[in-house]
Antibody, heavy 119, light 107 residues
Framework: QVQLQESGPRLVKPSETLSLTCTVS????????WIWIRQPPGKGLECIGN???????NYNPSLKSRVTTSVDPSKNQFSLILRSVTAADTAMYYC?????????????WGQGTLVTVSS | SSELTQDPAVSVALGQTVRITCQGD??????ASWYQKKPGQAPVLVIY???TRPSGIPDRFSGSSSGNTASLTITGAQAEDEADYYC???????????FGGGTKVTV
């Protein structure tokens, strides 16, 4: 059973960089599609960016200028960097994964980590 | 704004049937996936593809699609089905995943 776990700072200052890592266990990171998703308080789910095991990436156009995702097969981890954060970036951040390249159905989810942007 | 549109809220009596819809042009080309989201919990995939339930999802959940509209039906809604439901699919470019705004289901 594939399990995902987010890790990283829970508090980030405005204008600084948010950095999260997702550790994958129970499966190889080289076999799936990985994505970062967030949910601001009281709002809906938003895709941030995805990365294929090949390293190919796609980012939400509204966040593209500030986002980088990467994968580290040696550690079975993938990561998110979000630069120049503001209070609007305060959200629950989830990592998720899919083995179904046809539908990109997200079978696997981390428990989520709440990141607060505040001075 | 999302490329996938959902009604904000719907209510259903215990044991009755409720249908949640998701509209978007990309749904003419791509299947939607459906997720159940309860407060304090990660989303759970309940339907994907043409109408496939992951292991452990009750068979009262079913999916369908026609034209630009995907639907999630809960037949015989239970109290534990009260949650927010989100549809998800590729956008029109096919390169990005997008979510609908979510539908709050009250049982």
């Amino acid at each position: 059973q594939v399990q995902l776990q987010e890790s990283g700072p829970r508090l980030v200052k405005p204008s600084e960089t948010l950095s999260l890592t997702c550790t994958v266990s129970g499966g190889s990171i080289s076999s799936y599609y990985w994505i970062w998703i967030r949910q601001p308080p009281g709002k809906g789910l938003e895709c941030i960016g995805n990365i294929y095991y090949s390293g190919s990436t796609n980012y939400n156009p509204s966040l593209k200028s500030r986002v980088t995702t990467s994968v580290d097969p040696s550690k079975n981890q993938f990561s998110l960097i979000l630069r120049s954060v503001t209070a609007a970036d305060t959200a629950m951040y989830y990592c998720a994964g899919s083995f179904d390249m046809a539908t990109i159905a997200l079978h696997y989810w981390g428990q989520g980590t709440l990141v607060t942007v505040s001075s | 704004s999302s490329e996938l549109t959902q009604d904000p809220a719907v209510s259903v009596a215990l044991g009755q049937t409720v249908r949640i819809t998701c509209q978007g042009d990309s749904l003419r080309s791509y299947y939607a996936s459906w997720y159940q989201k309860k407060p304090g919990q990660a989303p759970v995939l309940v339907i994907y593809g043409k109408n496939t339930r992951p292991s452990g999802i009750p068979d009262r959940f079913s999916g369908s699609s026609s034209g630009n509209t995907a639907s999630l039906t809960i037949t015989g809604a239970q109290a534990e089905d009260e949650a927010d439901y989100y549809c998800n699919s590729r956008d029109s470019s096919g390169n990005h995943l997008v979510f609908g705004g979510g539908t709050k289901v009250t049982v």
